[in-house]
Structure formats: structure tokens, C-alpha cells
């Protein structure tokens, strides 16, 4: 079965940093790009940081952009999202999302069921 | 801000059709980049409904079509049926400044 599992959500201050991991399962994962997408209580999606399948190509939205750092380890079949210097408005259900390709510019085919985090003091 | 324009929300009897808009600019679906579609159960996690603008992964019903035109992208949904009652986003690449994935302002579908 095709899965993703992600964890290392919670409750962290503003200004804290907080590491998301998600694990990957039943698909040949070093083969596609990955991503991480964000949905904040009540509103809509937004798309976080991709990576291509080696690390070699990383794409990240403005809005987090010298904060978060995405990062994969094929050997591990795991995806990871280092979140720092965290703020109110990045309180959201973070999801991780495979790639229909290998590079971070397509279609989000498989999609894990979110960890939550919440940036409050 | 999202990039692509969706209408907030649409709404249609059983067995109707309805059509959800997207609209993009010249760096995204102007420029040629695919347009995808999700559709989002309440509480559940995104699902693939349409991808490269008009094709359905395996078991999404044919009731489902995509299309693309010039800057915007389409969404029908036909027969509609009482489980399609959710949110749905398009989605595509952006190739301003350092390039992005970008969704659209998503749009609630309510079956009457």
C-alpha cells in the first residue's frame, strides 16, 4: 500500500524551531520529487518546499524562504522540513506529498493525512 | 495571496452539471504549465482528481473532466452526485521570480 506518514508537529513558541519528518512506503520513493504543503484552521492550501528525487533541484514559497529547509534521505525513504524561527501565521496542518514525476513541478499524486503545528506562546 | 482565481463557491441539484473556473496569468497556466485539480473531502487529506489538465488517475469516476484554455483551466463535474460535495483547488506551476507550485483560492461545491 502506496503510504505517507508524517510526525513532529505540536505546540511551539514564536521564534522556536520544530523538524517535521514523513515517511514513505509502498512506491519506489528515490524515483519521484516530494513536497510539503501547508493548510492553515479554516482556509486554503498552500504549497510550502519541493524537492527533486536526488536533492539536486529545491523550490520553497516566499513566504518561508530562508526559514524552512527541506531535505530527503533515500536510504531512509523519508522526507523532512526544518522549520525555524517559526511564527504566528505558520500555525497549519502541514502535509507531505509525493510527486507524480521527479522533478517538483508537477501533479501532488499521493498525499499523507497531515501533522498539525501551532505557533503560539 | 493565490495566484489562481477560483470562485468562492458553486452549487448544483443531483444529476447537474457544474464547471469551476481557474483563472492564471501568462507565468503559470498562460505559459504553458499543466494544470491539476484536488478534491478535498471535510477532514480528510487532498486527493488527485484531474492531472496534465485533463486526465483522471486510475478510479476517479469519468464524471470528472479538465480542461485548459489560454490562462484559465476548467473543472466539470456531471451527474453530480451527493459525495461530491467538497472543497476543490487547481493547482500549477509559477514561473515568476525563483518559480513555485501555486493552488488556486479553492472552491466549495454544494450539492442541493
Known amino acids: 500500500e502506496v503510504q505517507l506518514v508524517e510526525s513532529g508537529g505540536g505546540l511551539v513558541q514564536p521564534g522556536r524551531s520544530l523538524r517535521l519528518s514523513c515517511a514513505a512506503s509502498?512506491?519506489?520513493?528515490?524515483?519521484?520529487?516530494m513536497h510539503w504543503v501547508r493548510q492553515a484552521p479554516g482556509k486554503g492550501l498552500e504549497w510550502v518546499s519541493g524537492?527533486?528525487?536526488?536533492?539536486?533541484?529545491?523550490g520553497y514559497a516566499d513566504s518561508v524562504k530562508g526559514r524552512f529547509t527541506i531535505s530527503r534521505d533515500n536510504a531512509k525513504n523519508s522526507l523532512y522540513l526544518q522549520m525555524n524561527s517559526l511564527r504566528a501565521e505558520d500555525t497549519a496542518l502541514y502535509y507531505c506529498?509525493?510527486?507524480?514525476?521527479?522533478?517538483?513541478?508537477?501533479?501532488?499524486?499521493?498525499w499523507g493525512q497531515g501533522t498539525m503545528v501551532t505557533v503560539s506562546s | 495571496q493565490s495566484v489562481l482565481t477560483q470562485p468562492p463557491s458553486v452549487s448544483g441539484a443531483p444529476g447537474q452539471r457544474v464547471t469551476i473556473s481557474c483563472t492564471g496569468s501568462s507565468s503559470n497556466i498562460g505559459a504553458g504549465y499543466d494544470v491539476h485539480w484536488y478534491q478535498q473531502l471535510p477532514g480528510t487529506a487532498p486527493k488527485l482528481l484531474i492531472y496534465g489538465n485533463s486526465n483522471r488517475p486510475s478510479g476517479v469516476p469519468d464524471r470528472f473532466s479538465g480542461s485548459k484554455s489560454g490562462t484559465s483551466a476548467s473543472l466539470a463535474i456531471t451527474g453530480l452526485q451527493a459525495e461530491d460535495e467538497a472543497d476543490y483547488y487547481c493547482q500549477s506551476y509559477d514561473s515568476s521570480l525563483s518559480g513555485s507550485n501555486v493552488f488556486g483560492t479553492g472552491t466549495k461545491v454544494t450539492v442541493l
Open positions: 509502498g512506491f519506489t520513493f528515490d524515483d519521484y520529487a
Open positions: 524537492i527533486s528525487w536526488n536533492s539536486g533541484s529545491i
Open positions: 506529498a509525493k510527486d507524480h514525476y521527479g522533478s517538483w513541478n508537477y501533479a501532488f499524486d499521493i
